[in-house]
């Protein structure tokens, strides 16, 4: 019994010493404050110290410190952050020297929170110089995706007092700040000076750019900080065009190459060593799509750019056997005998072939009707083509190939509204570039709104640069739905488009400076600016409905605070 209440008493004054946060009552939202009589000085000059200890009101936390402190100019080593109880302690490394006559922030960002509820310090920022004053000029500004336009969070603003161009991947900055989420950045407590700015992505957090797998911008000139708080311009972050390169290659298919570059390979150029071979190519992104066929299975060699692809030998005979032609936005036949349509059956199906419905194509007739294949067509049998109006046939369409999409075919009727179209193409309508034709009978059906399920929109683009081109796109959410290129006669152009499906779209206006209808990203070492674009989400477009709308490329002053 003596045993049992001993233990009895132990517990009971273990539980009493035990400290629990207290129960109920209203939410804690203060944040932990700073106990200035019991922590380091701060905005000390003549700083010689090689620890600083901050002690606050209550109990706290440590998060993320590694990520969440800044020092600035940044160490060259990182310094130790310890907690006990109250007070956080942070300690320089014994290798690191303070710069001379230099005035040091060190923001802890929301590295420090009270115990219980996780509100993290407000603004805590230690200052102290190594010299007879502190430096109290600022610099300040937002940084925005290039292409996008939207504000970027936790960018590395810096500030170099040397400006060659290396400087960003030779060493650390002199001042550094990070952005919030609206984009939004200070860099307090610098000196006067002329100083060369970078803004980088530094997602390994070396604060140094590791070239084209980080994003970078900088503004056109260097930032000259006086008497006053400096306002930077908005600094367009991008990621920059990789160096053209082959990183993937897939030619394990017969009659099929595909090979993967770090952007779209536009400038390449392919050479197939082999006499007798059938070709046809096309880009999809970044991977260059190589259709071919040779009358012996033998090994070759393509030239590729300054790549050299292997390309063993396959059987052609297996590849044809089991090749079939057929729509490629809809699922191959599977018959009563499980195969898929281009695969032949070792037995026939009992009973008649399943026939899957005819997919319905909604018409614009501002746009040519395309027809997707799986394989590149080579040649068409319009007299297999029974393309039928109501009841009536038609004679007066075209099917001509893409040059650019070997396996599209587009198609160009003269649709009348309100009437209904079948097209049907009988076996042997189509031969591909393997010899291969259609086996099955392939539908489909076709479907033109009338003029009032169409919308218009009537676009006033303004203050653009006459002379400059310039590519404006609608946008369907991600998908794109029309293009314009135009150069600008003067500094302002209006744009009809006419007969549009209804939808809530985004204009966007891209500066189109090379003339490659293409968006391109900047060239750091080039000391050039990735192309403006502008872009506006518009009014939502209803059925027999026209909308007027403005869009401006560079938006006044206001204008841009507003959608910042």
Known sequence: MRIFAFAFAVLTMTACARQLAPTGGPKDTTPPELVPEKSTPNESTRFAAREINLSFNEWVTLQDAATQVLVSPPLAKKPEITLKGKTVTLKFNKQDTLRSNTTYTINFGTAIKDLHEGNPAKDLRFVFSTGDFIDSLSVAGVVNDALTGEPLENIAVMLYDKMEDSIVRKERPYYLARTDKNGQYTIPNVRAGSFKCVAIEDANQNL?????????????????????????????????????????????????IKLGFTRPPDSIALLPEQPGLSWRKEIDKDTLVMWYDLSDSVAWKLLAGKDTVAVKALSRSAFVATNRLFFADEAPLIAATGRQRGRPATAPAPGPSPVSPPKTVLINPRKPVVLPFNNPVVSVDTSRWLFIRDSLPMRNFVAAPDTAHPRQLHLRVDWTEGKTYRLTLLPGALRDLYGGTNTDTLRRLFSLPSEKQFGSLNLTVKNLIPGQRYVLRLLDGTNLEEERFFQADSSSTRLLFARMQPATFTAVLIEDRNDNHEWDPGDYFGHRQPEQVFQRKLDALRANWEVEAVLEANPPPTQRRKKE
């Open 208 to 256: 140094k750019w590791d070239g084209e797998t980080e994003r970078i911008g900088y503004p056109q000139q260097a930032v000259l900080v006086s008497d006053s708080a400096r306002n930077v311009p908005a600094i367009r972050v991008f990621k920059p065009q990789p160096t053209l390169r082959l990183v993937t290659k897939n030619t394990g298919r017969y009659g099929l």
